[in-house]
């Protein structure tokens, strides 16, 4: 196995084990976070407050029923394993409830570590693809710095310029994303590569695009929001930080689609025919 297919596959088992272990976590994501009464959920709860549905061993006690009760929001969204890590490693497995000097503290490192998980996720995903080696060395080093970031103790982790390593690591993931759409544009149809495939932060909320090929698009930041994409041909498409809330993916081909969450894929919808890319789950709500 050559050099650069080893760094591949060690790719592909760090992306996927971005896990969110909530046995292993203080209920982070029901406390540290800010909660704000909407379609996604019924009550208002400041940062720092525990969600009245915690329980005394941090687990919900309506998690069965989340979605019959209004909290739509809560299973939607992943912390891609920020929370086990912060509950874990950064503070030793101390409970915020046995040791309340280090509940603020442990609330606001919650949302940093969360970044950086994301961060680790992107560049893990964008190492699994077939790539220039010259990119595939950047992108290694951005990996291995961004890891060494969980290990950090909290003291260092609130002192971050987490804007400046965004920064760095867009630049690299906008080269992978081109890089990929490229090689997918180059093998469609002559009549096909006369479409407009920068669709970057545009607004297609609610648009019919039923059935159409949009392979190697580029949808970074755009607004997705009910968009009916069934049976749409996504990809090598990019999806980083489009908003696909109540998009329908029902029998989309989204296997090998470019920086997807499984919020953004939670917050969809779709059917036991949408195509996921390696990493993500089918949600339990299609």
């Known amino acids: ?4 297919k080893v760094k591949k ?3 592909e088992q760090i992306r996927k084990g971005l896990q969110a272990d909530c046995t292993n976590c203080f209920g982070l994501c029901c406390t540290a976070l800010t909660i704000i009464a909407s379609s996604d959920f019924p009550i208002n709860k400041p940062a720092g407050k525990p969600c009245l ?5 941090y687990s919900c006690q309506i998690h069965s029923q989340l979605r019959e009760k209004g ?3 809560c299973t939607v969204f992943d912390c891609l394993g920020a929370g086990q890590v912060v509950s874990q490693v950064t503070f030793n497995g101390q409970s915020w409830r046995d040791h309340p000097n280090t509940a603020e503290k442990m609330f606001q490192v919650f949302p940093i570590m969360e970044q950086i998980h994301e961060m680790i996720a992107y560049a893990a995903e964008a190492l699994s693809y077939d ?9 290694s080093k951005q990996l291995k710095e961004l890891q060494g970031l969980t290990k950090l103790d909290a003291v260092r982790l609130l002192s971050l310029d987490l804007v400046m390593h965004r920064f760095t690591l867009s630049e690299l993931l906008i080269q992978a994303s081109d890089s990929i759409r490229s090689s997918m544009i180059a093998q ?3 009549a096909a590569k006369n479409q407009v495939f920068d669709r970057s932060r545009v607004n297609w909320m609610g648009k019919k695009l039923k059935g159409k090929d949009l392979r190697g698009t580029d949808f970074r930041g755009a607004y997705l929001i009910a968009a009916d994409m069934r049976n749409t041909d996504l990809r090598s498409v990019n999806f980083i930080g489009a908003d696909v809330r109540d998009a329908d993916f029902s029998g989309a081909n989204l296997s090998t689609s470019m920086f997807l969450t499984q919020m953004q894929i939670n917050s969809a919808m779709g059917n036991e025919e949408t195509r996921l890319p390696f990493y993500l789950e089918r949600p339990t709500h299609w």
Do not use: F, H, R
């Open 1 to 4: 196995m050559t050099a650069l």
């Open 9 to 11: 596959v060690a790719a």
């Open 53 to 57: 549905n915690l329980q005394s061993d």
């Open 71 to 73: 909290y739509k929001g």
């Open 131 to 139: 790539i220039p080696d010259a990119l595939v060395d950047e992108l």
């Open 188 to 190: 469609l149809p002559s």
